[in-house]
């Protein structure tokens, strides 16, 4: 409806936020009045940072992003998209690998709310190839992530695995 605002969520692990990550926050941002970035946890996956770690490092990374919050949660992405009364659900996509699984979990959730539409926005494409588990590998091995995560999170890593 005209007049309506418009609440997009972009949900993810984020374990860690990278530049790609932000961008797709910055794009969404420009489209919709109001973007959630929703932290989740991934049963698949082994996260090196706790939620709590997670929020406060996208909260600090988008404070000056007009229209963003940060949040958390736990289930299905549908029944948190609903509570939050998103009519959108944003979802990135670096290369065509991504897209076959993007887009059946975009069928699914059509299917459990047909009134959340997702949204495949791609990232600057100096941030296709970037992903958080090649960051976090990077980063074990004392790698340079500079040109993949802010100052802050670069510290945060250095300080996951014990460097200094």
């Avoid at 973007?35 to 939620?51: E, G, H, Q, R």
């Avoid at 997670?54 to 736990?74: H, L």
């Amino acid at each position: 409806m005209k007049g309506e605002k418009k609440l997009a969520v972009y949900p993810g692990t984020f374990d860690p936020i990278t530049y790609g990550h932000l961008d797709i926050i910055k794009r969404a941002a420009a489209l919709f009045d109001e973007v959630t970035v929703a932290v989740t946890t991934n049963p698949a996956k082994t996260p090196l940072f706790t939620v709590a770690e997670r929020v406060a490092m996208i909260r600090q990374a988008t404070a000056k992003q007009p229209g963003v919050s940060v949040d958390d949660f736990d289930g299905l992405l549908m029944d948190y998209a609903k509570q939050k009364e998103a009519s959108v659900v944003v979802r990135g996509l670096r290369a065509i690998t991504d897209f076959e699984f993007e887009f059946q979990m975009a069928l699914v959730n059509h299917k459990l709310a047909e009134d959340i539409v997702t949204v495949f926005l791609m990232p600057n494409e100096k941030y296709t190839y970037l992903n958080s588990t090649i960051v976090k590998e990077v980063a074990r091995f004392s790698g340079d992530v500079s040109s993949f995560v802010s100052p802050e999170v670069q510290q945060l890593l250095k300080a996951k695995f014990g460097q200094k």
